[in-house]
């Protein structure tokens, strides 16, 4: 089985201050990797994903995350963040070599940018 | 092109009835998956269909079921609600090929009373 873990789960931030996310998981298998987004009342939006290849994965709005497999890590890091970037944000693993159908989510992590 | 439709958005039902949620998954999208999201439990998969099979199922009560017509269109079905059942139910949909991303709906807001 795979498990997630969001180290924070509030994070509170001044605009344009950078922040960091942290995601580690817990996996017998290989697994694809996820940030996902939800605004207020909102479903989840995909942000980025890791499925092989280049270690470091970049959203188009500026978000990049980076895979590191020997610290079973996957941390969102953004240098500046915006007031619209209030959001709540999941990290997520699904097992790799098959459709990803099935995802496992952390609990996550409320990010809060004050002006 | 139109994203992931779930209807109803907001309900409220009493203890013990029993309640179907509806979803339209994206055009050409075969798989369709289903999460419990709830402040205290977060994010849990229910299960997954595609072609009107159910290939996956989550660790949840036999009062949870779902089925999947042959356009792709799937429902969710709660019966006997109880107090916890209480929660956003998302519904996903994504072509079956290994990598594909998952889109989510705006879920349906299930309250019981």
């Known amino acids: 089985a795979q498990s997630v873990t969001q180290l924070d789960s509030q994070v509170p931030v001044f605009e344009e201050a950078p922040v960091e996310l942290r995601c580690n998981y817990s996996?017998?298998?290989?697994?694809?990797l996820f940030w996902y987004v939800q605004y207020p009342n909102q479903g989840l939006q995909l942000l980025l994903k890791?499925?092989?290849?280049?270690?470091l994965v970049e959203s188009i709005n500026g978000f990049e995350a980076e895979f590191n497999k020997s610290q079973t890590s996957f941390h969102l890091r953004k240098p500046s963040v915006h007031i619209s970037d209030t959001a709540e944000y999941f990290c997520?693993?699904?097992?790799?070599?098959?459709?990803?159908?099935?995802?496992?989510f952390g609990k996550g992590t409320l990010l809060t940018v004050n002006p | 092109k139109a994203g992931v439709t779930q209807t109803p958005r907001y309900l409220i039902k009493t203890r013990g009835q029993q309640v179907t949620l509806s979803c339209s998954p994206i055009?050409?999208?075969?798989?369709v998956s289903w999460y419990q999201q709830t402040p205290g439990q977060g994010l849990q998969f229910l299960f997954e269909?595609?072609?009107?099979?159910?290939?996956n199922k989550g660790n949840f009560p036999g009062r949870f079921s779902g089925r999947q017509f042959s356009n792709s269109r799937s429902e969710m079905n709660v019966s006997t609600l109880e107090l916890g059942d209480s929660a956003l139910y998302l519904c996903?949909?994504?072509?079956?090929?290994?990598?594909?991303?998952?889109?989510f709906g705006e879920g349906s807001w299930l309250t019981v009373v």
């Open positions: 996903a949909s994504s072509f079956d090929s290994e990598g594909n991303t998952i889109y």
């Open positions: 997520a693993v699904s097992v790799s070599g098959g459709s990803n159908y099935k995802l496992t």
């Open positions: 890791y499925l092989s290849g280049s270690t």
């Open positions: 055009s050409g999208h075969r798989s």
């Open positions: 996996s017998s298998v290989s697994v694809y």
């Open positions: 269909y595609f072609s009107e099979t159910q290939r």
